[in-house]
């Protein structure tokens, strides 16, 4: 074997492998609709286009079973701190509005004397009324708010070229190592090859 063709095989062989993956990773998503070739009574289109119902009805109920449910989410509703933005927000909006009702007649200082007994009374027991409501409307929320049906719709509203960057945007580097790996592996194949000829010669 003369060393051209030793080192040509191997060379071969990691571009077969690479143009391998990549047209495994683009076919991925294309194409979009789909194609049929000579008349024939099958379509060649993308995985994800192809399956995107069932595939966002997967994701949908993955995210709701595993990753984040809506309990999680009520609760987070009763940290401390989103507690007290709200308390912050309804004590401003609430004194702003009682400030706003008290008489022009009414002397200044009997006027902040007002403010500040209700801006104390507001502050002390406005968590314990937020956590109730916060109580009793989540429980029908949670009946009621199907968070897989949620992602769902949101998937298949998009369009899927946006649903395509989407992804890229998270795993390109991922996709572009599985194009490489092709290649390396093409070319061990391609080196086995040459050692298998020179070998039996």
């Not at 995107?52 to 987070?76: H, M, N």
């Amino acid at each position: 074997m003369q060393w051209w063709t030793a080192l040509l095989i191997p060379i071969i062989g990691a571009f077969i492998g690479w143009i391998t993956n990549l047209i495994a990773v683009k076919a991925i998503f294309k194409p979009y609709e789909p194609v049929r070739l000579f008349g024939l009574p099958w379509a060649i289109q993308g995985v994800v286009p192809k399956r995107r119902a069932e595939l966002a009805t997967s994701i949908g109920e993955v995210v709701e079973k595993e990753l984040l449910k809506v309990e999680d989410l009520i609760e987070q509703m009763k940290s401390p701190e989103i507690i007290e933005k709200i308390v912050g927000s309804a004590n401003k909006s609430i004194t702003n509005m009682v400030e706003e009702k008290i008489p022009i007649w009414v002397p200044n200082t009997v006027r902040t004397m007002i403010l500040e007994m209700m801006g104390d009374m507001l502050h002390k027991q406005m968590p314990q009324v937020i956590n109730q409501i916060v109580d009793q409307a989540g429980g029908s929320v949670a009946e009621k708010v199907k968070l897989s049906k949620l992602v769902e719709d949101r998937l298949n509203a998009y369009d899927i070229r946006h649903l395509e960057r989407i992804i890229l945007s998270v795993a390109k580097r991922e996709l572009k190592h599985i194009e490489i790996i092709g290649g390396v592996l093409g070319f061990i194949i391609g080196l086995v090859q040459v050692t298998i000829v020179y070998l039996s010669t």
